[in-house]
């Protein structure tokens, strides 16, 4: 498990980096004005989750670059390259550019890359596979609370001018 002292640490500074890219949570004068789902667990639980989802989903990485006989291992990092990518956009986009529809949509790719990665895993390594798990269900769980912010918000993306906003008037 030498790869995890690696990966864990890549993939928690990726996702650290991802959400201080823009103000996330009640920190975010957007999302503290959207009305939410009554599901939406308390700000302190998102990081929380996505600590423990991070270092799951980088042992997972671990266990699959290390098996080196594979012949799977290079399709299986790639498609946990491009997933991961698709996980970065996330927060920019809807925190910082306020695009619930485009952040759905990478919700979805999101979605149906770590399935196609965990499948992929499962063929390397049973426990890989089995680590992605969690990882899927919060996606599915942030799909539904995103949907149900663009439901109650219906004019979400223009209740406060986004950090990309002159706000200079011509």
């Not at 042992?59 to 080196?68: G, P, Y």
């Not at 799977?72 to 809807?94: H, K, S």
């Amino acid at each position: 498990m030498r790869w995890a002292v690696v990966t864990v640490p890549f993939i928690l500074l990726l996702g650290f980096t991802s959400a201080r890219s823009v103000p996330t949570g009640s920190a975010n004068r957007w999302y503290a004005a959207l009305v939410k789902p009554v599901e939406t667990p308390p700000d302190w639980a998102f990081p929380v989750a996505w600590i423990v989802i991070y270092v799951l989903i980088g042992l997972a990485l671990a266990m699959v670059i290390h098996a080196r006989g594979s012949t799977m291992r290079g399709p299986a990092v790639a498609l946990f390259a491009a997933q991961m990518v698709a996980n970065l956009i996330w927060t920019p986009l809807f925190f910082g550019a306020h695009q619930i529809f485009w952040s759905l949509v990478t919700l979805g790719a999101m979605f149906v890359l770590t399935l196609a990665t965990t499948i992929a895993f499962s063929r390397i390594r049973a426990g890989a596979a089995l680590l992605m798990l969690p990882y899927l269900a919060w996606i599915v769980f942030a799909g539904y609370l995103t949907y149900m912010v663009g439901a109650l918000n219906p004019n979400a993306e223009t209740l406060v001018p986004s950090a990309t906003s002159t706000q200079i008037i011509r």
